[in-house]
């Protein structure tokens, strides 16, 4: 494709370390030298859900300016759901995309973003000089309430996106029917109390939020997972992963990356207790309801 239309390809995946002294969490981002030196930056993502982040949309999609293996450790720093977040929306405003056009002929609904996900006919595509703006507009498409996003809330805390002054043209029919993840979001995350995050935020880890686990008919051994754990939390024995569960900060790279889907996301007994009762909230009818 790129041949037949004459577009040039890039491979180099050479970084730069900057300074971002605005930033809220990431001071100083490492970010790939071609996005450094081009005049502007046109940011195409995909429509998708998200185990870890609910929704991937033009915020998410330029972490993929940090180059390989090097997210583990963007992982590994900003190890809770809110600080992520906070980090996404610095590369995203450090960046500043002149133009975002996202694409949702074919979007991915489910356990997204990996293998895991499920192709679904959408047939949009969606475009906006705001990325902000372009992933709410998305979001309501699909049924996912904006708030319920962690990058859009903290962006509307920010006062960098009002979610009620959003005009959209074209097409306003609403997708119905639209799966989200099966798994909540970190419940320690929004939690900053030293008490909390020291005593309480393990157990909840531990009992409330979906673990990865190993298939094991499917694992090939291939070491992928391994390679994307930002705390070297699984290990390959006789050919199949193991994972410490000790050590594991459930960021799902291993989910998301696992070229098998031999990563399975399974919670425990009281988190789906609590998930039937609604007390962590329930997906219904394509919308999040707490």
Known sequence: MAERRGARLNFDTSVSEVPYPEASVAKRLEIIRPALEADLVINVPKLKTHV????????????GLVPGYTKAGYHAKFNNLIYFSKMLLDIFNFVRPALNVMDGVVALEGDGPGWHGHPRKVGVVMASLDGLALDVAACRLVGIHPERVPTLEIAREQGLVDFEGIEIKGCQEKFVGFKMPSV?????????????????????????????????????GCGTCLSACPRGAIEVRGGVAVVDHDLCIRCYCCHELCPYAAIDLRTSWLGRLLRRTGVMGRWSRGEISQ
């Open 52 to 63: 870890y982040t609910t929704f991937s949309g033009a915020v998410k999609n330029l972490f």
């Open 184 to 220: 909540c979001r970190d419940p320690a995350g929004y939690v900053q109390s030293g008490f909390f995050r020291s005593f309480v935020h393990p157990v909840l880890i531990s009992m409330l939020t979906a673990r990865p686990v190993p298939i094991e008919d499917r694992c090939s």
